[in-house]
T-cell receptor, first 115, second 114 residues
Framework: GAVVSQHPSRVICKSGTSVKIECRSL??????MFWYRQFPKKSLMLMAT?????????EQGVEKDKFLINHASLTLSTLTVTSAHPEDSSFYIC???????????FGPGTRLTVL | GENVEQHPSTLSVQEGDSAVIKCTYS??????FPWYKQELGKRPQLIID?????GEKKDQRIAVTLNKTAKHFSLHITETQPEDSAVYFC?????????????FGTGTLLAVQP
């Protein structure tokens, strides 16, 4: 299957700082990338969908100014958590897919801890 | 929008027994139904998927069945092994176009007792 990387795998930051997470499709061109958030022992919650070269589509209840998503190329999408607070601590996972194929390929996730 | 329900939330079986996890979905236009296995702190791994034009699919010890009329699909694991222990998620997707959103079920924690 296709390979998706995510960086960093783990980050600890102070409250009020911003954190950027990168998601890369390593061996295919991803027309669409998805960002999920997962709380301990909970399911994956879709935050937003981003298509290369256009603005991300956010799910209801997700603040677009809080979670900035950029999908500048077919292999890279970034999620920036701005002015992070302890309640933003979570496991963030990206996935990548293409328009013509339903399967999504997941990155390894980023564990964010905001102190 | 799509809503996916998954049952049970936890499942404990003896090694060698079968495990069945069930999901229901609400959007009749959903046409792709993957199942993922997630170990603690790791990414979800696709284990099997089924499309709406198929009623059943099998891959060694894993099988998935789909009932489009009733809008439910199930994962069957036979001859379970301790390494099958993980959280399993079902998902539904309404494919087509640039937005193929996967909606996940709530997950099932499967414990296989040796």
């Amino acid at each position: 299957g296709a390979v998706v990387s995510q960086h960093p795998s783990r980050v600890i930051c102070k409250s009020g700082t911003s954190v950027k997470i990168e998601c890369r499709s390593l061996d295919f061109q991803a027309t669409t990338m998805f960002w999920y958030r997962q709380f301990p022992k909970k399911s994956l919650m879709l935050m937003a969908t981003s298509n290369e070269g256009s603005k991300a589509t956010y799910e209801q209840g997700v603040e677009k100014d809080k979670f900035l998503i950029n999908h500048a190329s077919l292999t890279l999408s970034t999620l920036t958590v701005t002015s992070a607070h302890p309640e933003d601590s979570s496991f963030y996972i990206c996935s990548a897919g293409t328009v013509s194929y339903n399967e999504q390929f997941f990155g390894p996730g980023t564990r964010l801890t905001v102190l | 929008g799509e809503n996916v329900e998954q049952h049970p939330s936890t499942l404990s079986v003896q090694e060698g027994d079968s495990a069945v996890i069930k999901c229901t979905y609400s959007d009749s236009a959903s046409n792709y139904f993957p199942w993922y296995k997630q170990e603690l702190g790791k990414r979800p791994q696709l284990i099997i998927d089924i499309r709406s034009n198929v009623g059943e699919k099998k891959d060694q010890r894993i099988a998935v069945t789909l009932n489009k009329t009733a809008k439910h699909f199930s994962l069957h694991i036979t001859e379970t092994q301790p390494e099958d222990s993980a959280v399993y998620f079902c998902a539904a997707l309404r494919g087509g176009g640039a937005t193929n959103k996967l909606i996940f079920g709530t997950g099932t924690l499967l414990a296989v007792q040796p």
